[in-house]
T-cell receptor, first 117, second 111 residues
Framework: EAGVTQSPTHLIKTRGQQATLRCSPI?????VYWYQQALGLGLQFLLW???????NRGNFPPRFSGRQFPNYSSELNVNALELEDSALYLC????????????????FGPGTRLTVL | QKEVEQDPGPLSVPEGAIVSLNCTYS??????FMWYRQYSRKGPELLMY????GNKEDGRFTAQVDKSSKYISLFIRDSQPSDSATYLC???????????FGKGTMLLVSP
């Protein structure tokens, strides 16, 4: 069974530009989560999508946004990039929306390393 | 105070040693607890998943949860150089369906 896939592997942008990161969940998983892993800060929850809708978001500004497509793949967009947005962006997927029925078990992709110059 | 505290290490041990990794948490709403292993430049890999207080064993790994003291541990027996990685504890709040991670402990197992 294929795991969570993310593209691109690396992305280099300059300040003020926009970045688009993509994620394909494990087949059969409907929930997609996005996390930011910046140096020294650990994994920070960004966004949760399920069945095409945003269900929850972490403590990040609105320039971090995304969407989930009918095939459950997802896209994370970061507008007006800042230097501190440089980080590893991780996508995870899980199999159920209802807490306690699988959404707690999240499987991660390899990440996209975003560098902002 | 962060919701999940974890000593960043690094923790260096010789091959064959028993390793103890620990986290404390402050939010009583956390119901499920996980340990992830993350190799350099890779995504986190789920190692252990626990719900109730007590021990759960899987091969060389034992996860322990003490909800009364809000303390979670991962023990690795007969550690191997291939165990060298960063270990992340994570706590799940079912009310918000979110995982809160510790910062991770870097483990180095020398041959």
């Amino acid at each position: 069974e294929a795991g969570v896939t993310q593209s691109p592997t690396h992305l280099i942008k300059t300040r003020g530009q926009q970045a688009t990161l993509r994620c394909s969940p494990i087949s059969g998983h409907t929930s997609v989560y996005w996390y930011q892993q910046a140096l020294g800060l650990g994994l920070q929850f960004l966004l949760w999508y399920d069945e095409g809708e945003e269900r929850n978001r972490g403590n990040f500004p609105p320039r971090f946004s995304g969407r989930q497509f009918p095939n459950y793949s997802s896209e994370l967009n970061v507008n007006a990039l800042e230097l501190e947005d440089s980080a590893l962006y991780l996508c995870a997927s899980s199999s159920a929306r209802t807490p306690g029925q699988g959404s707690d078990t999240q499987y991660f992709g390899p990440g996209t390393r975003l560098t902002v110059l | 105070q962060k919701e999940v505290e974890q000593d960043p290490g690094p923790l260096s041990v010789p091959e064959g040693a028993i390793v103890s990794l620990n986290c404390t948490y402050s939010n009583s709403a956390f119901q499920y607890f996980m340990w992830y292993r993350q190799y350099s430049r890779k995504g986190p890999e789920l190692l252990m998943y626990t719900y109730s207080s007590g021990n759960k064993e899987d091969g060389r790994f034992t996860a322990q949860v003490d909800k009364s003291s809000k303390y979670i541990s991962l023990f690795i027996r007969d550690s191997q150089p291939s165990d060298s990685a960063t270990y992340l504890c994570a706590c799940f709040n079912s009310g918000y369906s979110t995982l809160t991670f510790g910062k991770g402990t870097m483990l180095l197992v020398s041959p």
